[in-house]
Structure formats: C-alpha cells, structure tokens
C-alpha cells in the first residue's frame, strides 16, 4: 500500500478514536455520529489492516464488542464509559466486518 495512503488512514482511525471520546461525552446515542464512525472503519478496514494484523485485530475487535457494556454498572462513570465504548464499536465492528471477510476470501480462494 502507498505510504501516504497508509499515514491517512491511521490518522482518520486515530481521529475516528477521538470523535468516539469527545461525542461519547458531549453526544451520546445520536445516530449520525455513529454512521460517520461506522463509515470511518470500513475506510480503516480496507485500508489500514495487514494481514499480519488481520487475526489480533478481530480477537481485539470481538474483546471490545462484549465489553462495551460491562461498565454500565459502575456508579457516576459507567454511563459516560458505555457511551464512549458504544461509539468505538460503531468505529471499530464494521472494519472489523470488512477485515474478517477479507480473511475469510482469502482462506477460500487457497482451497
């Protein structure tokens, strides 16, 4: 992949991991926010996971999915951390989607 493509796209999941933070807080469950997210992983997924990476980011990706609501029990934070986390899976699953695909091709194709 181009280098430049490569820096871009670890800047927009690294900016995609700010939004969630910021509107975790400020805006929590608006549904746009999360499209905009949502959009953001499937660019991240096509471009921005190796194959190398591709089998401890999904294990990573599966990890945040069942814990995002773990925290909703927490007194005074709980809330604000459930909301942050739901914002990170909207980013994250579908590059997580796109990138298990891929894999799932790829493994296929070698048959």
Known sequence: MDMKLDKIATWLF????????????????????????ALIGIIV???N??????????????ALVISANSFALVPMLGSMLVNILKYLVALVAPAAVIVALILIWKLAKTK
Request: charged residues 10%; without cysteine; aromatic residues 10%.
């Open 14 to 37: 690294l900016i995609g991991v700010a939004l969630a933070v910021i509107f975790g807080i400020a805006m929590p469950d608006v549904g746009y926010i999360a499209a905009i997210l």
């Open 49 to 62: 996971i190796t194959a190398a990476e591709s089998e401890k980011f999904l294990i990573a990706a599966i």
């Open 45 to 47: 997924g096509f471009t």
